[in-house]
């Protein structure tokens, strides 16, 4: 006999769930072998503990750190914290002009690297290009026929040359020191602070090639947006190189197109650019095209994780001080581990509370209850896992918070399917037809539900920092796996339950009992239901069939002889 619309559809949905179950599972896996994935959801700060760095704040001039300074210096880390993938990070003031950052488990090089780094961009023409290693000798100028004494004379021509790329400021004393330099860590520490309204002589970040750079055109307070990707081709095809892209804004639309046209027409050296951050050359690129529209590209010794470095440090703009690490050290989690049990008990205490009252209530049903939360338990625990590998997601007490909040509405949802089941039996449908319609009215209110938890949680993981964001993120991600159960699980089982014998015929302790549900009918199985009434026998209904044929004469005959022989 084939099976039932009803049936096929819910053990398609069924399937459905294993499968995306066991996909997660094995990407999971696939992560695990590879070394990358762990089995477990990574831990925050509070529960694992992690890495405690002090910055202090580093002024060359001895001006004094202002408060509205560090306020924007700790908005920038934290915006390069969270967009490095780590996530649960806290950053705020110590002392008044220190930055605390605390960063869960142990802070690689790179993400120290994404906090320390001012990353001031500054767009500078190049006006000389040389080798990096070795300074032209006082020997070797004299046997060339070079003028050894152009170190006595001024460094930059009197009066200033009024436009930054002029050749003008190409001084015999600029050469002469620029011949002199030689591309080491000492000659480059404080390279971050030089004047932007003066020439600078630094080099690349390889140490091999130095350069003269005319004073600045362009900061990095132009730039709109900025991200990392591959280099393509004309005809879209990628050429394995990263870069650096960048989008200026209105303002710096209009300077970098003035820059370009003007390049455009110099001989090299000179039709080069370069793009410093923090005092070294990151690319120098020549100038092939006019770029009007303001979208530009770094290339140089970049790869995926480099450029994707600098790439929120553009984004995110540049320190307005710079810093230095003051202290770095490791912090336990012994409080939060402490308040991690507590809050384990208090959710195992609920979801037993949610049992018993399955169990008081829905008799039978209670079972799907359980089975359906644990479905959405393992849901969960793989999906925080998966976020844990590929997005950095860490799970804190916050986090865990959200998780035991969602077991109240992931009840709530079966409680109000049940009812609704319990609603269409009392008004005299059978099992199979009031589990549909039921369905179809519980539905549409689940979903009202879930959607004002999940835009709560959307509102609150936008607007909030640190911890709150992981209460905001498992609240939203509990509400989906919710939906994804209820649809999935819950009634493609319920659906299948109504056709065995145990609850399709109303057993007492099925929780569909139709006594105890007040419904004036009985089961007669596969959820059939008939009237309560008893059925008449077969010479009954003959008798009352040949009563209804009679003729009204004849009837009053029939009751006169009744009556003569009463």
């Known amino acids: 006999m084939a099976a039932a619309p009803a049936v096929k559809s819910a053990r398609r949905a069924l399937v459905w769930l294993i499968v995306i179950i066991a996909a997660i599972a094995a990407l999971i896996g696939v992560g695990f072998n590879r070394g ?3 089995l477990v959801p990574k831990l925050a700060l509070d529960l694992q503990g992690g890495t405690q760095i002090l910055l202090a704040p580093k002024n060359t001039d001895g001006a ?5 300074q560090v306020e924007q210096a700790v908005a920038i880390i934290r915006q390069r914290v969270d967009s490095s993938g780590v996530a649960e990070a806290e950053v705020g003031t110590m002392g008044g002009s220190n930055i605390l950052i605390s960063i869960p488990g142990k802070a690689d090089q790179a993400t120290l690297e ?10 500078r023409a190049v006006l000389a290009v040389g080798a990096g290693a070795n300074a032209v000798t006082a020997e070797q100028k004299q046997a060339a026929g070079l003028d050894t004494a152009a170190a ?8 200033r040359p009024s436009e930054a790329g002029s050749l003008e400021w190409l001084t015999p004393a600029l050469i002469d020191k ?15 602070e030089a004047d932007p309204a003066l020439p600078l002589i630094t ?4 140490g091999q090639v130095k350069y003269i750079l005319a004073p600045v055109e362009m900061t990095g307070d132009t730039i709109a947006d900025a991200g990392s990707g591959l280099v393509t081709t004309q005809t879209g095809a990628a050429t394995g190189q990263w870069a650096v892209n960048i989008s200026f804004d209105a303002e710096g639309t209009k300077q970098f197109a003035a820059i370009s046209q003007r390049l455009l027409a110099q001989q090299s050296p000179y039709n080069q650019f370069s793009f410093v951050v923090d005092g070294r050359v990151i690319s120098a690129p020549s100038m092939n095209a006019a770029i009007l529209d303001g979208n530009a590209q770094i290339t140089g010794n970049f790869d995926e994780q480099s450029s994707a470095l600098l790439g929120d440090q553009l984004k995110h703009g540049a320190l307005p001080i710079s810093f230095q690490v003051q202290s770095q050290e490791d912090i336990s989690a012994t409080l939060g581990v402490s308040q991690l049990q507590a809050g384990l008990i208090a959710g195992v205490i609920g979801l037993l509370i949610v049992v018993i009252y399955s169990i008081f209530q829905y008799r039978g049903l209670a079972i799907l209850t359980v089975t359906s939360l644990l479905v959405a338990a393992l849901l969960t625990y793989l999906l925080l896992t998966l976020f844990s590998w590929r997005y950095g997601y860490r799970l804190s007490l916050a986090g865990v918070t959200g998780i035991i909040v969602a077991i109240g509405f992931t009840a709530d949802s079966f409680i109000v399917y049940f009812e609704r089941v319990r609603d269409s039996l009392r008004d005299g449908l059978g099992l199979v037809d009031a589990v549909q319609q039921g369905w179809k009215q519980a539905f549409r209110t689940i979903l009202a539900s879930d959607t004002i938890f999940f835009l709560a949680a959307i509102i609150l993981f936008l607007l909030a920092v640190g911890n ?13 796996v919710d939906l994804i159960v209820v649809a999935l699980f819950t009634h493609p089982m319920l659906t299948l339950m109504a056709r065995t014998r145990f609850w399709g015929q109303g057993h ?15 089961y007669q199985g596969r959820g059939k239901v008939s009237s309560g009434a008893p059925r008449a026998n077969k010479a009954s209904r003959k008798a009352k069939a040949g009563q209804t044929n009679q003729t009204i004469a004849e009837r009053k005959a029939a009751a006169a002889r009744e009556n003569q022989e009463g």
Do not use: H, Q, W
């Open 64 to 68: 004094e750190v202002t408060a509205e």
């Open 203 to 206: 080099c690349d970040t390889t």
């Open 114 to 123: 994404r906090i320390e780094a001012s990353a001031r961009l500054d767009l």
């Open 468 to 480: 709150v964001r992981g209460f905001a993120f498992t609240l939203g991600l509990t509400t989906l």
């Open 508 to 522: 007492p302790a099925s929780g569909l009992d139709p006594r105890a549900l007040g419904v004036p009918a009985k």
């Open 152 to 159: 006595d004379a001024k460094l930059y021509p009197e009066p």
């Open 36 to 38: 990358e994935a762990t």
């Open 178 to 192: 620029f011949d002199n330099f030689v591309c080491s860590d000492e000659a480059l520490a404080d390279l971050g």
